[in-house]
């Protein structure tokens, strides 16, 4: 997640319902919470909970 910013959780609840099971990805809102200063570009790993090794990593 971004410094500074939360998961609009209204927008988690509508995928749970549509997505669960079903969907490799899904997209949801953010909402700025702190204000953070000098923001840097960094790496993203996203993996499986249930299978570490399922993953993959995205670098700015």
Do not use: H, W
């Amino acid at each position: 997640m971004l410094s500074g910013f939360t998961p609009a959780m209204s927008s988690i609840e509508e995928n749970c319902y549509s997505v669960f099971g079903t969907a490799d990805s899904f997209t949801f809102s953010v909402e700025q919470t702190n204000l953070v200063f000098n923001i840097q570009p960094a790496p993203v790993m996203v993996y499986d909970y249930y299978e570490k090794g399922r993953q993959a990593t995205a670098v700015p």
